[in-house]
């Protein structure tokens, strides 16, 4: 392990550790990490290869205890690649633990994945297992995105927008935010047209369409900013389309952007903090 945290090119090293990582107890893990993310801090960083079979490793011999430990920024795909190995040793116990419910979107993530490979790229048993079964918001949310991959892959759906009509209405809300995330990576214009006829159903949330909403200031910002002021307001209370407009806005033009936040009711108040 010492002398795999030294190799920079990234190819060689996850060759040569290849075949030491899945031989590691979970003590000689937690050294191993260790390890690893000293090179990282010193500026030898890892292939992610090495961290996807790090991960693997530390789901067969500690799956709970590493899942627990991740930092709240761990990418969702380290938890996959977590219960990837967990699902080798231990299937059984693994699907009975995913369908309990789930205290971080680690354990969240992780249990999505389980439910997905059990449903073995048949997207209609992944939706009967999501609509069946008694797993929590965070996990429906999960597998709901493995769902709409299955979805396009297998093409029973005419896309993204096609995939969310068809869900059922228990699943409408829990889909949402996916929706909106997946139009805007592919169609901008789809993506505003969407959320125009689908900004009254429940499961909206703004905080995926901050990219859009950045992005369509930037051609046209008061014609955007009229637009995000006649939307809702988030259900959450969260940041609501006028606040990522303005954002976007001042860094371009911060007299207009200023002029025009002055013009919002009291009723905005966010916009208080600017003013």
Not at 222 to 247: E, N, R
Not at 255 to 268: D, R
Request: proline share 5%; charged share 25%.
């Amino acid at each position: 392990m010492r002398k795999g945290a030294l190799i920079s090119d990234g190819l060689k090293q996850e060759a040569f550790l290849s075949g030491v990582l899945p031989t590691l107890s979970k003590d000689e893990l937690e050294q191993a990490i260790a390890l690893l993310g000293k090179a990282q801090d010193r500026g030898n960083f890892c292939a992610q290869g090495v961290w996807d079979e790090v991960w693997r490793q530390s789901g067969r011999v500690n799956a709970e205890g590493c899942l627990s430990s991740f930092a709240k920024d761990t990418s969702r795909s380290d938890s996959r690649h977590v219960m990837e190995g967990w699902l080798e040793a231990d299937p059984e116990g693994t699907l009975a633990w995913a369908k309990t419910p789930k205290s971080s979107h680690h354990e969240a993530a992780a249990a999505a994945y389980a439910l997905s490979h059990e449903a073995g790229g048949d997207a209609a048993k992944l939706l009967s297992t999501i609509s069946s079964l008694p797993i929590d918001e965070a996990v429906k949310k999960e597998c709901l995105k493995d769902y709409f991959d299955l979805a396009d892959i297998s093409g029973q759906t005419q896309g993204t927008a096609s995939t969310y009509d068809q869900f059922p209405p228990t699943l409408k809300p829990q889909a949402w935010e996916t929706t909106m995330q997946r139009l805007c990576y592919t169609d901008p214009q789809e993506a505003v047209d969407w959320l125009a006829s689908h900004v009254n159903d429940a499961g909206r949330d703004y905080r995926s369409t901050e990219r859009l909403f950045g992005d369509l200031a930037k051609d046209d910002p008061a014609g955007t900013a009229d637009w995000a002021a006649k939307l809702p307001a988030a259900p959450d209370g969260s940041f609501p389309p006028t606040q990522i407009v303005y954002a976007s806005w001042r860094t371009r033009d911060s007299a207009a952007a200023q002029a025009w936040i002055e013009t919002l009711p009291p009723s905005a108040a966010w916009a208080s903090r600017y003013r």
